[in-house]
C-alpha cells in the first residue's frame, strides 16, 4: 500500500474558539509532535483526513505535508465528538528515518482452527506485540493463520516470523492464540446438575 499523504497548513491561532473557526471552515485542528519534545500547530481538510485514516493502524506512518515541508508520523489520537462521531482534533507523533523505535504492532487471527470444528474454543489472550526496528521496516499489523491449530494446541509469541530487521520485544512465552476443549467445562456442568439432583431426590 503506498504512503497516505496528508496536506496540513500552520496554525497560528490556539484556543477552543480559534478551534470552532477551524472546525466551522471544515477543518480539523492538529498538533504534530517530535522526537525531542517539539511540536507543531496544525489544521487539515476534515474529510481528506477521515477519508485518508479509514483503514490504517496505530502503527501505520503516514507523511503530513505541511506548506511543503514533510513529516512522516503516526496517528497517536483522534478525539471525536461523542454525539456525531466527528473529529474535533487529531495528534501526531513524528517519526525519525533511519533511527531505531519502538512501537506495539496489533495481532489480528485468520482461519477456522481445526480443534474449533471439532468441537474447541479459540482464545485469543493478546492482541499486540512490542516490536523494534526502523520505521520502513514497521509492520502495520500481524496476520496470523490459526487454521492449523487441535484442541490443546497454541501460538506464542517466539512462532511469530516477521520480516528481517524486525524483532520482537515482547516475551517469546506469551500466547498468542490457544484453542482449549470446550466441552470439558460443559461436562462438568452436567455432572454437578445431576449430582444436585440426585441430592435432592434422597431428601
Not at 506485540?129 to 506464542?156: A, T, Y
Not at 524486525?166 to 492464540?177: E, K, M, N
Amino acid at each position: 500500500m503506498s504512503q497516505i499523504v496528508l496536506k496540513a497548513q500552520k496554525r497560528g491561532e490556539t484556543g477552543s474558539a480559534a478551534a470552532r473557526r477551524i472546525r466551522r471552515g471544515g477543518r480539523i485542528p492538529g498538533v504534530i509532535y517530535g522526537r525531542s519534545g517539539q511540536s507543531k500547530s496544525i489544521d487539515l481538510d476534515a474529510l481528506e483526513f477521515v477519508n485518508g485514516i479509514k483503514n490504517i493502524t496505530e502503527t501505520t506512518i503516514v507523511k503530513v505535508d505541511i506548506e511543503g515541508e514533510s513529516y512522516d508520523a503516526f496517528v497517536k489520537n483522534t478525539q471525536r465528538n461523542i454525539r456525531d462521531g466527528k473529529v474535533l482534533h487529531v495528534d501526531f507523533y513524528e517519526v525519525e528515518s533511519g533511527v531505531i523505535l519502538r512501537a506495539k504492532v496489533s495481532v489480528h487471527v485468520q482461519g477456522n482452527p481445526i480443534g474449533v470444528r471439532d468441537g474447541g474454543t479459540l482464545e485469543v489472550p493478546i492482541h499486540e506485540v512490542e516490536v523494534e526496528c526502523l520505521p520502513k521496516d514497521l509492520p502495520e499489523r500481524i496476520i496470523l493463520d490459526v487454521s492449523g491449530l487441535n484442541i490443546n494446541q497454541s501460538i506464542h509469541v517466539r512462532d511469530i516470523t516477521l520480516a528481517e530487521g524486525v524483532r520482537i520485544i515482547t516475551g517469546g512465552d506469551q500466547v498468542v492464540a490457544v484453542v482449549k476443549f470446550a466441552k470439558a467445562g460443559a461436562s462438568a456442568a452436567s455432572g454437578e446438575e445431576a449430582a444436585a439432583t440426585e441430592a435432592e431426590s434422597k431428601n
